[in-house]
């Protein structure tokens, strides 16, 4: 017998059956394009969230969850070692004690500096009255001396005093004279170079008013000091979000599906460590370009559970065009068709007694608006 012939002539019947139930089903709509579109559901699916250490690294000590555990938002599922940041965390808090020392240490100085200039001002100002008030004195005594002295010389003129008292008249000018002066260079010395107008309240005396830049210096050194308290408080915040990050807490309600990193283990930052799953579901379904165009992103749309028959609240959040389905072109007896698949992406609304893994239809009266 020739078995070989047979079994080839065998082999091709049987392609060709495969290639003609293919084509009737594409005439007949039953093609994967047409059976998508027509039955409109999908399958209950948990987003998967990957949870990671945010901007931080360094090695796991704990884990504080197991896999398939339950987790509330807050929870606390992993910690890295925070040995470090606390010793950071302590340096930068000592600095800043000790910057708050020094200011405190200046303001007192700088105080006491001020009241020791207002004090420094007044004793000169008191001085500088006394010493006008002794110059007005030496200068009444001139005015009397000189008075003496011109009578005197008229008498001894006419013979009428002896020498002598011409003498002491004069000595006691000359003395005189001599005293005003010594009163005036007190009283310059005690104005320091300043113009003397008279109004003591308005004198800007050099001594007084060096002093006074003296402690505005070491106010503008306080400046400096408060600006570097702020700069380690700034670097004392960075480190406090730094140890919280060193906790990773679960970021919404969900199950634990796998624990990816061990303790121990260095961890870098960003990099997945818990896969988690939460409980935003979602489905989707595929719809002719024609069903497409009566959706919209936003809108509310309730599919039935294949399952219980009850009612599914969800949100149209995604209308694409499906790339799996684009585009589609064949040939049938009606004519050629050009079909083109859109995926539609429904999240359910929170609440409603469902889980992952149903089959959710949506039924044809939900896209027959208008």
């Not at 007005?136 to 002598?164: C, F, H, P, V």
């Not at 634990?256 to 379904?285: C, F, H, W």
């Not at 992103?297 to 389905?325: C, D, H, M, W, Y």
């Given at each position: 017998m020739n078995i070989q012939p047979r079994a080839m002539k065998i082999g091709i019947l049987f392609i060709c059956v495969i290639i003609l139930g293919g084509i009737l089903l594409m005439f007949k709509g039953n093609d994967a394009l047409a059976q998508a579109i027509r039955k409109k559901d999908g399958i209950l699916t948990a987003e998967q969230v990957k949870v990671s250490f945010d901007s931080v690294s360094g090695r796991l000590i704990s884990e504080n969850v197991k896999e398939a555990q339950e987790v509330k938002k807050g929870d606390i599922l992993m910690q890295l070692d925070s040995t470090d940041t606390d010793l950071s965390i302590q340096k930068t808090q000592a600095q800043i004690?000790?910057?708050?020392?020094?200011?405190?240490?200046?303001?007192?100085?700088?105080?006491?500096?001020?009241?020791?200039?207002?004090?420094?001002?007044?004793?000169?100002?008191?001085?500088?009255?006394?010493?006008?008030?002794?110059?007005?004195?030496?200068?009444?005594?001139?005015?009397?001396?000189?008075?003496?002295?011109?009578?005197?010389?008229?008498?001894?003129?006419?013979?009428?005093?002896?020498?002598?008292?011409?003498?002491?008249?004069?000595?006691?000018?000359?003395?005189?004279?001599?005293?005003?002066?010594?009163?005036?260079?007190?009283?310059?010395?005690?104005?320091?170079?300043?113009?003397?107008?008279?109004?003591?309240?308005?004198?800007?005396?050099?001594?007084?008013?060096?002093?006074?830049?003296?402690?505005?210096?070491?106010?503008?050194?306080?400046?400096?000091?408060?600006?570097?308290?702020?700069?380690?408080?700034?670097?004392?915040?960075?480190?406090?979000?730094?140890?919280?990050?060193?906790?990773?807490?679960?970021?919404?309600?969900?199950?634990?599906?796998?624990?990816?990193?061990?303790?121990?283990?260095?961890?870098?930052?960003?990099?997945?460590?818990?896969?988690?799953?939460?409980?935003?579901?979602?489905?989707?379904?595929?719809?002719?370009?024609?069903?497409?165009?009566?959706?919209?992103?936003?809108?509310?749309?309730?599919?039935?559970?294949?399952?219980t028959g009850n009612p599914v609240r969800g949100t149209i959040r995604l209308i694409t065009q499906a790339p799996e389905f684009a585009n589609l072109k064949m040939t049938r007896e009606k004519g050629q068709a050009d079909l083109s698949a859109f995926q539609i992406r429904i999240y359910t609304d929170p609440g409603q007694d469902i889980m992952p893994g149903l089959t959710i239809e949506v039924k044809n009266d939900a896209f027959s608006k208008g």
């Amino acid at each position: 017998m020739n078995i070989q012939p047979r079994a080839m002539k065998i082999g091709i019947l049987f392609i060709c059956v495969i290639i003609l139930g293919g084509i009737l089903l594409m005439f007949k709509g039953n093609d994967a394009l047409a059976q998508a579109i027509r039955k409109k559901d999908g399958i209950l699916t948990a987003e998967q969230v990957k949870v990671s250490f945010d901007s931080v690294s360094g090695r796991l000590i704990s884990e504080n969850v197991k896999e398939a555990q339950e987790v509330k938002k807050g929870d606390i599922l992993m910690q890295l070692d925070s040995t470090d940041t606390d010793l950071s965390i302590q340096k930068t808090q000592a600095q800043i004690a000790q910057l708050d020392a020094q200011i405190r240490s200046m303001n007192g100085t700088i105080r006491i500096g001020y009241s020791q200039t207002d004090t420094q001002q007044e004793q000169s100002y008191r001085g500088i009255n006394a010493q006008r008030a002794a110059v007005t004195s030496a200068e009444a005594t001139l005015r009397n001396a000189q008075i003496d002295y011109n009578r005197k010389s008229a008498l001894l003129s006419q013979g009428a005093i002896s020498r002598q008292d011409m003498d002491d008249s004069q000595k006691a000018l000359e003395v005189a004279q001599a005293a005003l002066e010594q009163q005036k260079q007190a009283l310059s010395k005690l104005l320091g170079g300043a113009q003397d107008n008279g109004n003591t309240d308005s004198l800007q005396l050099p001594e007084i008013e060096e002093a006074r830049q003296t402690n505005a210096n070491k106010n503008n050194d306080v400046d400096a000091l408060i600006a570097q308290k702020k700069q380690l408080e700034t670097t004392l915040q960075e480190l406090y979000v730094q140890k919280d990050r060193l906790t990773l807490r679960a970021p919404e309600d969900g199950k634990v599906l796998k624990i990816i990193a061990k303790q121990g283990e260095m961890i870098t930052a960003n990099t997945p460590v818990i896969l988690l799953e939460s409980k935003r579901y979602y489905y989707d379904i595929y719809v002719s370009e024609k069903q497409a165009a009566q959706l919209h992103e936003g809108e509310k749309l309730t599919g039935t559970s294949v399952a219980t028959g009850n009612p599914v609240r969800g949100t149209i959040r995604l209308i694409t065009q499906a790339p799996e389905f684009a585009n589609l072109k064949m040939t049938r007896e009606k004519g050629q068709a050009d079909l083109s698949a859109f995926q539609i992406r429904i999240y359910t609304d929170p609440g409603q007694d469902i889980m992952p893994g149903l089959t959710i239809e949506v039924k044809n009266d939900a896209f027959s608006k208008g």
